[in-house]
């Protein structure tokens, strides 16, 4: 089993930046970003491997950034240029068997997750 706790979410205006944080209990060879909005279905943000290879959803490429500390088991999300699109809740997903950096941003390779933390950008 494998707990994830999110934070850093909040709120910003458009242009604003944000970071989220997820520490883990254990490593993880792939940990990714997913958000939902109300009515929408979750979907991938960014994901990251264990050689740190990482893919982006079109949506965020350029303004989102991933990183992970394996020391401290920690995946982080910072979040640039934030638009009134990208409020969300943001989850924080992990998994050891994830099928390929290809298959990273699909919901349905993650068997861990976290609560999620709130993220609500303004106009």
């Known amino acids: 089993q494998v707990q994830l706790v999110e934070s850093g979410g909040g709120s910003v205006q458009t242009g604003g930046s944000l970071r989220l944080s997820c520490a883990a209990s254990r490593y993880n060879s792939y940990m990714g970003w997913f958000r939902q909005a109300p009515g929408k279905e979750r979907e991938g943000v960014a994901a990251i491997a264990g050689d740190r290879s990482k893919t982006y959803a079109d949506a965020v490429k350029g303004r989102f950034t991933i990183s992970k500390d394996n020391d401290k088991n920690t995946l982080y999300l910072q979040m640039n240029s934030l638009k009134p699109e990208d409020t969300a809740m943001y989850y924080c997903?992990?998994?050891?068997?994830?099928?390929?950096?290809?298959?990273?941003?699909?919901?349905?390779?993650?068997?861990?997750w976290g609560q999620g933390t709130q993220v609500t950008v303004s106009s």
């Open positions: 997903a992990a998994d050891s068997n994830v099928g390929g950096l290809w298959r990273a941003l699909l919901r349905s390779e993650y068997n861990y």
